[in-house]
Each structure stands twice: as C-alpha cells, then as structure tokens.
C-alpha cells in the first residue's frame, strides 16, 4: 500500500515524501545489485568435491560432445571484464552425466596455448544431462590473457561423475 501511495502521490505530497522516495530507490537499487550479484554466482560452475573417474566414466567420455558457441564480454557492476564462454553440451550415451569438467585452454593470435581453466558446463549448478539431451551452458572469466585471440578456446573434456555411483 505505501508503493501505491508514494507512485501515485499528488506533486504537493511528493514534496513530503521524498525522503521515503529516495529510501525506495535505494532500496530497489540494493535489491538489483544483490539480484546482479546472485545471477553472476549462479553463472560461474560450481567445483565439485574432489572426484576420480572410474575406469567406465573415462570411457564415456567419448559419449559427450561440448560444442563452443559464442564467446562474450561484458563490464560488470564495479567495472571489471567478465568474459562468458556461451555453448552447449550433449550426452550421447545411455548414462545421466551429473557433473563434468573440461579444460579450456585460451590461445594467440599465433596458435601458441597461453593458460589453460578448468570449467564445469555440467555441476551441481544445472541439471543433470540425461542420456540423449543436450543443454546450453556459460562459464564465466574474471580475468583471460591479455594476448588471447578471442576465439573460443580449445575444449578438452578432463572429468566425468555418472549418475548412481
């Protein structure tokens, strides 16, 4: 009720209000960065506990096929870079995969690798991939090389944890 009071005031009440008016706009300000803050969070992937393959998720590496898509960059809230590698990932055999890391490695302009990140495009941050589905995902980058060619870098699949183990 008090929203609806101070949005629809008279121009003689904004006067009085303005104090709670700015209070408001504060408020909604505060609730946006928070809101901007968890997005961020739930864009990043989630390290799983330390995890070994067994001998069978080795294997079924070769059922997975990570598709690199577009790669983007942004300025966040306080003004740093955040770069967004945009893809998709496909489980094309019969067990869910639960979570799954790959290697990123950025490279140059002249093809030479600059540094290598471990990212999880399936975690305990999205749902599982049933056998069959494919799934966009995002991981986001704080900091890239500074010589890096801008292309989305060279994914190698490292890890997988299968369902029911």
């Not at 300000?29 to 393959?53: H, T």
């Not at 997975?64 to 966040?76: D, F, L, S």
Request: net charge positive; glycine share 8%; aromatic share 8%.
């Amino acid at each position: 009720m008090a929203y609806y009071r101070l949005m629809h005031s008279s121009p003689q009440s904004g006067l009085k209000s303005s104090g709670a008016s700015q209070r408001f706009r504060n408020a909604m300000a505060a609730l946006a960065v928070a809101f901007a803050i968890a997005g961020l969070a739930g864009c990043r992937s989630q390290q799983p506990k330390k995890f070994v393959s067994t001998p069978e998720e080795k294997a079924y590496l070769q059922s997975i096929q990570v598709t690199p898509g577009r790669v983007k960059a942004a300025q966040n809230f306080l003004g740093h870079t955040v770069t967004t590698l945009h893809g998709t990932v496909s489980n094309k055999g019969n067990k869910t995969v639960v979570y799954l890391e790959v290697k990123l490695t950025f490279m140059s302009i002249d093809g030479k690798a600059l540094e290598d990140k471990s990212a999880y495009p399936v975690s305990g941050n999205t749902l599982p991939l049933k056998p069959g589905e494919t799934q966009p995902f995002q991981v986001s980058f704080d900091q890239v090389p500074a010589a890096w060619n801008q292309a989305p870098p060279k994914i190698t699949l490292v890890r997988v944890l299968l369902a029911g183990r």
